[in-house]
């Protein structure tokens, strides 16, 4: 629907019956998730939950756990049966994503078409199983040893699994898992009958339900002239977000003629587009695993931060980890974490696009690009381009990301996820918004050609 804009596509969709449908049946499954996000699982104690955030805020001190706690929708603080989140798969896509280049068998399947994607897809549901069991028993560790609510006073945070059998905690992590089996298939049912990536619309739905509250605390605790800062600047970064994820290279592409038989084939010209943010939030979750490596060192070693004074209770390498690696306000995590943002930008960007596979395709197809011989110049010339757009969008990525930090810098917050327009939540937003409305237009336009041909 060329010229239209997001609310006239909107209100076009809920016009045709079909697409109408498919909307409705995404807003239930939406629904649905939500409602198991807040239902309690057996054995745990909401009470103590609500009373210790109450006291200590509905956010962990480890960073890691925050970032998680956003993506789940607030669940995981909370021990529901949704508590995982789309977590668990997501890892899982991005393992099994990575080991196409490392395994053959993968490699083969790839390159199998439909029959091959299914088989991806079910050991990718099955290592989202196992890393489902793995992260739900990791969590109520760090529950039942306090790491979860490190703020919380301890006489609280051990009512908050007064059981702790073997049994109840069995319990308790195949509640856990089978959430996370069930989103996986509601997220494949939104994928299948409604409109989107189920996936990331799940995610989406997550993520939008923690602005309420993150920007209610901004206006109870910054005051009114700061909040209407705040939305003057979420403003600008969602539009420059929109502006930067629309943005791309088209390289022309000319196909030859071929004679078929008596009629002739080819001779149109096309274009191979490249995006300015190819990786897409990908590098930002990696640097964020890796950077909480040094966290989990030095909870491992017993090293404890007092959290209003930040004062470090060893010395040595310990104290340097977490006074300037683990701070997320400090400078030498802001400009580690912008590096590594950069470097598995490009990382990610070398294993998924390969300029020598899309030359050859080209090549079997009879398309050129003009000014450039088929093989390997073309190949050149796409790892060419490729390298020099891979730069502003690894800087992009590095630069919204790390707002955050600049946030927790600036302002001296306890939390860098009390500023919701920026990093990876942003990132998410808009591109799942993007892509999801981009198909209720295609899905329009169809019908209107399929209207006009009847």
């Not at 609510?149 to 898992?177: H, K, W």
């Not at 030095?298 to 390498?317: F, N």
């Not at 310990?318 to 470097?343: D, E, G, P, R, T």
């Amino acid at each position: 629907m060329p010229g239209g804009s997001l609310l006239t596509a909107f209100v076009s969709a809920l016009k045709t019956p079909d697409l109408r449908k498919k909307i409705l049946f995404v807003l239930a499954m939406v629904a649905i998730y939500r409602l198991g996000a807040t239902i309690p699982s057996p054995g745990v104690s909401y009470s103590a939950i609500n009373q210790c955030i109450d006291l200590a805020g509905d956010a962990s001190q480890n960073s890691a756990l925050t970032l998680l706690n956003l993506f789940s929708g607030g669940a995981l603080l909370q021990l529901s049966v949704f508590a995982l989140g789309i977590m668990p798969y997501i890892t899982a896509s991005i393992i099994t994503q990575l080991l196409t280049v490392v395994i053959p068998r993968f490699e083969q399947l790839k390159k199998q078409g439909q029959a091959g994607q299914a088989k991806m897809t079910q050991y990718t549901r099955y290592l989202t199983i196992a890393l489902g069991i793995l992260q739900s028993t990791a969590f109520i560790a760090l529950a039942i040893n306090g790491s979860m609510f490190g703020s919380c006073p301890e006489n609280i945070r051990d009512q908050i699994i007064p059981d702790q059998g073997a049994l109840a905690l069995i319990v308790m992590v195949l509640t856990m898992t089978a959430g996370t089996a069930a989103i996986m298939w509601m997220g494949e049912l939104i994928t299948d009958r409604g409109i989107g990536n189920g996936m990331s619309i799940l995610i989406f739905t997550s993520i939008a339900s923690r602005i309420p509250a993150e920007g209610s605390n901004i206006l109870t605790n910054q005051g009114g002239v700061i909040f209407t800062l705040f939305i003057i600047i979420a403003i600008a970064i969602i539009a420059t977000v929109v502006f930067v994820e629309q943005g791309q290279r088209r390289l022309p592409v000319q196909y030859a003629k071929r004679m078929i038989g008596r009629k002739m084939y080819g001779g149109t010209s096309t274009y191979l587009p490249l995006k300015v943010n190819q990786a897409g939030v990908i590098p930002v979750i990696f640097a964020t695993s890796l950077l909480y490596i040094p966290s989990l060192l030095v909870q491992l070693t017993g090293v404890t931060t007092d959290p209003d004074t930040g004062t470090v209770t060893s010395g040595g390498w310990q104290q340097f980890i977490s006074l300037y690696i683990v701070n997320q306000a400090s400078w030498v995590h802001i400009v580690l974490y912008f590096a590594l943002i950069i470097f598995f930008t490009y990382f990610y960007v070398g294993i998924t696009f390969n300029p020598t596979e899309r030359a050859d395709d080209l090549k079997k197809y009879g398309g050129f690009i003009p000014g450039y011989r088929p093989g390997r110049p073309t190949a050149e010339y796409l790892q060419y381009v490729l390298s020099r757009i891979t730069l502003p969008g690894s800087l992009y990525l590095g630069i919204v990301a790390i707002l955050p930090n600049l946030f927790l810098e600036f302002t001296g917050s306890g939390n860098n996820q009390n500023f919701p327009f920026g990093g990876t939540a942003v990132l998410i937003m808009v591109g799942v918004g993007l892509d999801t409305v981009k198909q209720i237009e295609t899905q329009l336009m169809q019908r209107n050609y399929e209207g006009f041909l009847r």
